[in-house]
């Protein structure tokens, strides 16, 4: 018997075979991969990577929904499930826990939580190898957005100052139970590597995204003007009079070195 989908958890149960298999296929499981899924729903995506990996530990809020995938999951590997808000799962403890060196993290999310998720990931990128995300399709498309694009923003620079951001593939909503009012896409983060990360202090880095990201149509020296001066937006080699739509993920972080003085 199928689950009800819930307004309140932002619930859009995947169903179309088509979509799964393709998701499947992206993620490409491993047996014996540390797979962890946030928002199981049905199963849709679960059983098929439980099976791959032999072993999967879900992150599911709607306490409805467990029984019913537990039982589908009797006899297709090990699945443990987490009865957990995902934004207060601490998955660097997890990995630790488990004695893995990284975790390789697969959902459909609740796109009304969708960045605050995405965020809380990054913060615990060093224990994570990948991660495969249903979103919808323009919170994609700001995630992978280049400068000068209409949807370049913070997101789109924190994520890429954090990692690798690849969209793969649309999904249309009749690919869900009920179809949601949007288009979904799948997109793949790759956690850059120790070497390929910036060396500012992340809260500067915050700081400054945030405040030139605040309001948009002003210029650098005026968005700025609580943390920098005109002068050390210069000495960061950046011109005052830009505004943050134009600026590359690593002009931020030389702004952010000039709030330190590093």
């Known amino acids: 018997m199928n689950a009800r989908p819930k307004k309140s958890f932002g619930q859009h149960f995947l169903h ?40 999967l530990t879900a992150i599911e809020l709607d306490t409805d929904l467990i029984p019913a995938l537990q039982a589908r999951a009797a006899g297709v590997g090990a699945l443990h499930i987490i009865h957990a808000d995902v934004l207060k799962v601490n998955f660097s403890a997890l990995a630790h826990s ?36 249903m979103l919808q399709r323009e919170v994609v498309e700001r995630m992978a957005a280049a400068p000068g694009s209409k949807v370049y923003g913070r997101l789109s620079v ?49 700081a400054v995204v945030k405040a030139a990201f605040g309001q948009r149509r002003k210029t650098l020296a005026n968005a700025l003007k609580p943390l920098l001066d005109s002068d050390a937006i210069r000495r960061a080699d950046v011109d005052p009079k830009a505004r943050a739509e134009t600026l590359a993920p690593a002009d931020f972080v030389r702004l952010a070195k000039m709030c330190t003085g590093v």
């Open 16 to 55: 179309d075979r088509r979509y799964i298999e393709r998701i499947v296929s992206a993620i490409a499981p491993h047996a014996d991969d540390f797979v962890v899924e946030i928002g199981p729903g049905e199963g849709a995506l679960t059983l098929p990577l439980l099976a791959a990996a032999g072993r």
């Open 98 to 133: 488990h004695g893995v060196p990284r975790l390789r993290v697969a959902g459909n999310l609740p796109y009304y939580i969708s960045s605050p998720i995405l965020f809380h990931c990054v913060e615990h990128f060093a224990a994570i190898a990948d991660l495969h995300f």
């Open 158 to 206: 924190m994520l890429q100052l954090a990692c690798r951001v690849e969209p793969l593939f649309e999904v249309p909503p009749e690919a869900f139970r009920p179809p949601p009012k949007v288009d979904s896409a799948v997109v793949r983060l790759l956690p850059l590597a120790a070497h390929e990360r910036h060396d500012a202090p992340a809260a500067d880095v915050h």
